[in-house]
């Protein structure tokens, strides 16, 4: 089992419940490996170096790295939102992955980003507003430096054009109707894989809550470890 996580302060909001799901996967008989993209998280790298290109390699490299530890062929990829996305660019590019699971998939970068800087706006609303010293190559979004070229490679994202199935096997989890869930999942209904879809009336964990508390939705975790052990049985 592979993890793939959001960035930025979606990853934060997430990390609990993705640790919880990585033990519970653990618990049911599954190895599983979560790693973090370079520029993230505790990898290599500085934020302002992140870049989507980059971030599919590390994908490719950590699939080869869990093969090696394990010695299975098989591949699983839980990616949650622009996880999601990442996961369903690179398995397109591949023939190789046997199943993934799509939580709340980053649908359109585009609409991605438009929300992120909505959010930033309303968090910004009764604080003081940041005087910019000098031009920079990147901005401050909740708290994570966004570059000029992550933010065009991050509006070029759009799963409703993928054409390839991005695994044999794919569960797609939707816990709100926007962001183009319902688009996709006509979309990947039009590909060779197998997909089942599942909706849940679970809070959206990658937002930030009043009290800063990190939502685990335990319906949610439970219904991908049933999955991926029907799957995988």
């Known amino acids: 089992m592979l993890i793939c996580p959001p960035i930025g302060h979606e990853y934060v909001n997430c990390h609990r419940a993705l640790r ?6 653990a618990e049911a ?11 993230c998280g505790d ?14 390699e590390d994908i490719s490299t950590a699939i080869f790295d869990l093969r090696q530890r394990t010695g299975l062929a098989q591949t699983c ?4 939102r622009l996880g999601g996305a990442l996961s369903t660019m690179i398995g397109s590019q591949r023939d190789d992955v046997e199943s993934m699971v799509l939580w709340s998939p980053v649908v359109n970068g585009k609409s991605y980003l438009e929300n992120l800087f909505s959010l930033q706006k309303e968090m910004l609303r009764f ?31 759009d799963l409703l054009t993928v054409t390839e199935k991005p695994a044999k096997n794919i569960l797609l989890i939707q816990s709100d109707e ?6 996709l999942n006509g979309r990947l209904s039009r590909t060779e ?6 909706c849940f009336e679970a ?9 800063g508390s990190l939502l685990v939705p335990s319906q949610v975790l439970q219904s991908i470890v049933a999955w991926v052990g029907k799957t995988h049985s």
């Open 127 to 157: 604080r003081p507003k940041p005087k910019r010293k000098h031009a920079q190559d990147h901005i401050d979004v909740l708290g994570f430096p966004l570059s000029r070229f992550l933010r065009g490679e991050l509006e070029k994202i």
């Open 77 to 80: 990829i839980v990616g949650l």
């Open 178 to 183: 926007g962001d183009g869930q319902s688009s």
């Open 43 to 56: 990898s290599a790298g500085i934020s302002e170096e992140g870049r989507v290109s980059r971030w599919l």
């Open 29 to 39: 008989g599954f190895p599983v490996l979560r790693f973090d993209y370079y520029g």
């Open 203 to 211: 809070p959206q964990i990658w937002l930030p809550t009043a009290d």
């Open 193 to 198: 894989a197998r997909l089942e879809s599942q």
């Open 20 to 25: 919880q799901l990585s033990a519970r996967l």
